[in-house]
């Protein structure tokens, strides 16, 4: 087959057009590999999804949340201290002083301690609010006989609060561990593109300089000039890969970096200096 001098003047232009969209390619997937790469170990970038994914975040919120309900329901059981005082005066004449103070102790079987001082006074008191004149100090104790014996609002409360408590450690497990899980498979798929897209730069690489040396022997006549176009051919295509393999390796950093955050809720993205840790650098 003859190759017209036309012919080669196009082959030799087309051939100088894929050469320079390879080194393009080639410089915007790995620019920077004779700089500073930084390399994303996978327990790092798990730690900052942990750290910083507003859905790990929510999950830190839901225990914080059941252990303010838990506290709540425990501060029903605490003591408490009360104080009552009412009073009436009319035409400058003071009709009762009541004055009642003194502490409440709730308990989880249901009685209730309670002790406290009473003293009142007044021209038109109510004989039943009648104290001695020091006061009077008293003590009671309390407890339901039907309603409320075996289970009260309180200790209901405060048992569905622990069963908050305990099930919101769960959720919070699980979340995390979905989360994780996700991240780990999107780091991976990651990983893998990068290593695919090496592979396809160097199967580049090897075609070019196989294209060329298969040019210079056919214009020295060593070879006929159709290992020419079938080597170009085979570049042509080693190139075509290339451009799916970058195509590939950009959409998985993309989705990689969904999971990137920092503080406040602060969304980053992945550099082109950025590479997994199976990775070597140069």
Same mark, same amino acid.
């Given at each position: 087959?003859?190759?017209t001098?036309?012919?080669?003047?196009?082959?030799?232009?087309?051939?100088?057009f894929?050469a320079?969209?390879?080194?393009?390619?080639?410089?915007?997937?790995s620019? !920077?590999?004779?700089?500073?790469?930084?390399?994303?170990? @996978? *327990?790092?970038?798990?730690?900052?999804?942990?750290?910083?994914?507003?859905?790990?975040k929510q999950?830190?919120?839901?225990?914080?949340s059941?252990?303010?309900?838990?506290?709540?329901?425990k501060?029903n059981f605490?003591?408490?201290?009360?104080?009552?005082f009412?009073n009436?005066?009319?035409d400058?004449k003071n009709?009762?002083?009541l004055?009642n103070?003194?502490?409440?102790?709730?308990?989880?079987?249901?009685? #209730?301690?309670?002790?406290?001082y009473e003293q009142?006074q !007044? $021209?038109?008191l109510?004989?039943?609010n009648?104290v001695p004149?020091q006061?009077?100090?008293y003590?009671q104790i $309390?407890?339901?006989? @039907?309603?409320?014996?075996?289970?009260?609002?309180?200790?209901?409360?405060?048992k569905?609060a622990?069963?908050?408590? #305990?099930l919101?450690?769960?959720?919070?497990?699980?979340?995390?561990?979905? +989360?994780l899980?996700?991240?780990?498979?999107a780091?991976? #798929?990651?990983?893998?593109?990068?290593?695919? @897209?090496?592979?396809?730069?160097n199967a580049?690489t090897?075609?070019?300089?196989r294209f060329?040396a298969?040019?210079k022997t056919s214009?020295?006549?060593?070879r006929?000039?159709? %290992?020419? *176009?079938?080597?170009n051919?085979q +570049?042509? %295509?080693?190139?075509?890969?290339?451009?799916? /393999?970058?195509?590939?390796?950009?959409?998985?950093?993309l989705l @990689?970096?969904?999971?990137?955050?920092?503080?406040?809720? *602060?969304?980053?993205e992945?550099?082109?200096?950025?590479i997994p840790?199976? /990775?070597t650098?140069?």
């Open positions: 087959m003859l190759v001098l036309k012919q080669k003047r196009r082959m030799k232009l087309k051939n100088k894929s320079l969209f390879i080194l393009l390619l080639i410089a915007i997937t620019n !920077g590999q004779q700089d500073s790469l930084t390399l994303l170990r @996978l *327990v790092d970038f798990l730690q900052l999804v942990k750290q910083h994914h507003p859905l790990a999950a830190e919120l839901i225990t914080k059941a252990d303010a309900t838990a506290l709540t329901a501060g605490d003591p408490k201290l009360f104080y009552d009412r009436k005066f009319y400058s009709y009762y002083e004055g103070g003194g502490f409440k102790i709730p308990t989880w079987f249901g009685l #209730e301690l309670k002790g406290g009142n !007044g $021209s038109y109510n004989p039943e009648t004149n006061g009077l100090v003590s $309390s407890l339901p006989l @039907l309603q409320g014996l075996i289970i009260d609002e309180r200790r209901a409360t405060l569905q622990k069963l908050f408590q #305990e919101s450690v769960f959720d919070k497990i699980n979340t995390i561990n979905e +989360l899980y996700k991240a780990g498979k780091y991976w #798929e990651w990983q893998l593109t990068y290593t695919n @897209l090496q592979v396809h730069q580049v090897i075609s070019q300089e060329n298969v040019r214009a020295l006549g060593d006929p000039a159709i %290992d020419t *176009v079938e080597a051919i +570049l042509q %295509d080693r190139i075509i890969n290339l451009q799916q /393999a970058l195509m590939d390796y950009r959409t998985k950093s @990689l970096s969904n999971y990137l955050w920092l503080e406040n809720d *602060v969304p980053i992945l550099t082109e200096k950025t840790e199976t /990775a650098i140069n």
